[in-house]
């Protein structure tokens, strides 16, 4: 029975990705391809706008100390996931109409894409931090490596399955099929979030509502949570190295989230649907790594940082041959560089999201993961920005042609990956555990001095 509950509970855990992974699949390989190559919207905007929730990230710092200190009716992760998940799912119904708008150029539409894509920004960073810091506290330490690769594994289907409902609705641009697309956004996003919730946070005790209260309040203080933030940041080097890691990976990874579909239209002329497939061939990629991994690591443990340091080495080989496509437009090498990014991809997944899980100090969950996803956000929202940037300097101006402009950005990529992986090298769990507690300790013992 105990091997039963644990599964029931990672698979309801994995459920919390499905929507998460159905909204960034359409706004990185759907919104981006219509509103760049199909409407013709400045490519440095689009991906700007794709990237702007991830610059909000370091509102998770904020969310999750408040979800520490402060639960709302008994529960401290649950509500904040349900209410972002509803607010964040129900403004893409706003997005098909948008579109047309910013292929237009309009100016208001502008103004108005940037303040919806805020609004989701600061959704999203409640419900990460919330679902990471939830991850973190309702598994045990030998469940936590099933745990993580079965939400990443869920959210790949998730974006898998939402490239091919994708493609079957809209094999080519219709903006009445783009609305119809976009409505099912809050069904199966709400569903999906219920459905992963029901049972499974322990709600807490009076008693324990009053053990929390009497803490220390860190986020009384003139900057609370991000003042913390900071001072672990600044004192803590293995913090901070952590933190480093995080961003260049992230970046190493999806800087090309938002330019491979253009890519593809651009460099060899495939419609939609065919593009669509490029994420169906590289998240499938994705999921067998992980799925073979964890089978693996099930009967014989792999150190993580071992495996976030080959899937970084295979990533950045997987950038440099698409990289090697673009230039020598071989249609024939594309295929293999997106199946070795992908495999290479879940293979750094299930060690770095390991390893994030793992930096962390009990009692104060939230803080450091909080932390991390900021982390995550800042690297993702730098990516899709730098990604557009990058295009309209180099072949939108036409610096280069498009081929070699494009090889150009995928090879910047894979050298944001080579030096993720040099920074691993001087990441200690042990350490950041010995200083991290030392720092929280000193942290809350002057915030409540002063």
Do not use: C
Not at 65 to 90: M, T, V
Not at 288 to 304: A, E, G, H, N, Q
Not at 431 to 436: A, H, K, N, P
Request: no cysteine; net charge neutral; proline share 3%.
């Amino acid at each position: 029975m105990g091997i039963v509950r644990s599964t029931w509970k990672i698979f309801r855990l994995g459920l919390l990705g499905t929507g998460a992974g159905w909204m960034f699949a359409l706004l990185t390989f759907n919104f981006n391809r219509v509103t760049d190559s199909d409407l013709g919207a400045a490519a440095i905007l689009i991906t700007t706008l794709i990237g702007l929730h991830h610059f909000l990230s370091p509102f998770q710092v904020f969310w999750g100390r408040l979800a520490d200190r402060y639960p709302l009716w008994g529960y401290r992760r649950s509500p904040h996931i349900l209410l972002s998940a509803i607010g964040g799912s129900i403004l893409f119904v706003l997005l098909p109409g948008l579109a047309i708008e910013l292929g237009q150029h309009n100016p208001l539409a502008i103004g108005l894409a940037f303040i919806i894509f805020s609004t989701f920004g600061i959704l999203m960073s409640a419900n990460g931090g919330a679902s990471n810091a939830l991850v973190a506290e309702v598994t045990t330490e030998r469940e936590r490596d099933a745990a993580v690769a079965v939400f990443r594994i869920m959210m790949i289907v998730s974006i898998i399955l939402t490239a091919g409902v994708s493609k079957m609705l809209m094999p080519t641009y219709d903006p009445q099929q783009m609305q119809y697309l976009y409505n099912l956004t809050p069904l199966i996003v709400i569903t999906a979030t219920v459905l992963g919730l029901i049972g499974l946070e322990k709600r807490l005790s009076p008693h324990e509502h009053r053990v929390l209260m009497a803490q220390p309040r860190v986020e009384s203080s003139d900057t609370g949570a991000f003042q913390l933030a900071w001072q672990l940041l600044s004192t803590n080097r293995q913090v901070r190295w952590f933190f480093v890691f995080v961003l260049l990976s992230i970046m190493g990874i999806f800087l090309q989230d938002a330019i491979l579909e253009p890519f593809g239209a651009e460099v060899f002329g495939l419609i939609q649907a065919e593009t669509a497939t490029f994420t169906q061939i590289w998240g499938g990629s994705v999921l067998l790594s992980m799925i073979i991994l964890v089978t693996i690591t099930r009967f014989r443990p792999i150190p993580k940082k071992a495996l976030a340091t080959v899937g970084g080495v295979g990533t950045a080989l997987g950038l440099l041959l698409i990289a090697l496509t673009s230039m020598t437009k071989q249609q024939a090498l594309l295929e293999p560089g997106l199946i070795v990014l992908g495999i290479s991809t879940g293979v750094f997944n299930i060690g770095a999201v390991t390893m994030m899980m793992e930096m962390t100090i009990d009692g104060h969950t939230g803080i450091y993961m909080g932390l991390w996803g900021m982390a995550n956000g800042l690297g993702n929202g730098l990516a899709n920005a730098l990604s557009g940037t990058l295009k309209t300097a180099f072949i939108e101006t036409g610096l280069f042609q498009v081929g070699p402009g494009y090889g150009l950005i995928f090879g910047i990529e894979a050298l944001m990956m080579l030096l993720a992986v040099m920074v691993l090298r001087h990441i200690s769990v042990q350490e950041f555990r010995s200083l991290s507690q030392a720092e929280i300790t000193t942290a809350m013992v002057f915030d409540t001095a002063t």
